[in-house]
Each structure stands twice: as C-alpha cells, then as structure tokens.
C-alpha cells in the first residue's frame, strides 16, 4: 500500500518537465485508470480460474509456466521497467545536477550526460549485487523501510 503511493516524491519534477504543467490532475488520473485497466482483469481472472494455487508473480503459477503469453507478458514487463527507469531516477539526478551547478559548467550536456551515465552504472552495480533472489528480497526490504515508508507515512 504505501508503495502505491510512494510516488509523491517524484511530482514536482514530473510537473517541472511537463509542457502543460496545469493538465497534472488529467495525467494522474490517466494514469491511476490505466494501472486499474491493466491490474483489476489479470486480478479477476487469475484469481477466479486458479483460486488458491495461483503464486505470486501470477505467471509462476504452475499452469501458465512456459506458456506464449507469459513470455510475452515478462517481455512487457521488462520493457516497462527499462521505460519507467528514467522517470524513477530523474529527481535525483536532476537535484544532483541543480547542487553541482551543472548549467554553469562550460559544456553543461556533456557534463548532464557523464552524471546520469554515472547513475546508470551506480544502478546497474547495486543491481548485479542483489541479483539472487535469496538477497533481493531482504535488500528491498532493507531499502523500503528507510525510504518509501519513511517517506510516505511519517514525512
């Protein structure tokens, strides 16, 4: 639940880089719907088909293992989360460049893209470190709690 929305930190940045920052409220409102046209039917269906046997990710479950459509479901999920990743990583990147005064520099693109490049690595290396899933599960705990939670509920 407060993953759904641990968000708020990433707003003003996403209002900052709009065109129409006053069309915020549409945009979210598109885009809580879209999450529910997307979620509530796979939900539903997989839920009512498989009843208590359905796992978690739904495509473990023991039926749809190796079928088509799970590949093709964990390839959108993959380019999901290879599209999301600017949008997640854009507010710190864009404080760290706004506290080094990157705009200042001589040739401010060139230094803009070795920070967010720097990020990319960063990320990647955390990333191959938490690979097995017998340790992403605690770190993601470890990081949830520190932030997510701290941000939402008590900030």
Request: proline fraction near 8%.
């Amino acid at each position: 639940f407060g993953f759904a929305y641990g968000v708020h930190p990433m707003i003003p940045s996403i209002i900052e880089s709009m065109r129409s920052p006053s069309q915020f409220t549409y945009m979210a409102c598109a885009s809580f719907a879209g999450v529910l046209c997307f979620y509530v039917p796979i939900v539903v269906v997989g839920y009512s088909i498989y009843g208590d046997d359905v796992a978690s990710p739904i495509y473990e479950t023991e039926p749809l293992k190796g079928a088509a459509a799970v590949k093709i479901i964990i390839g959108c999920l993959s380019a999901h989360l290879l599209m999301a990743y600017p949008i997640v990583f854009n507010p710190p990147e864009r404080a760290l460049e706004t506290s080094l005064g990157i705009d200042q520099y001589r040739r401010p693109l060139f230094w803009r893209i070795v920070l967010r490049s720097a990020f990319v690595l960063f990320s990647t290396g955390v990333a191959l470190l938490v690979r097995s899933p017998k340790r992403f599960g605690p770190f993601l705990d470890l990081v949830s709690a520190c932030t997510s939670t701290f941000t939402v509920f008590i900030l």
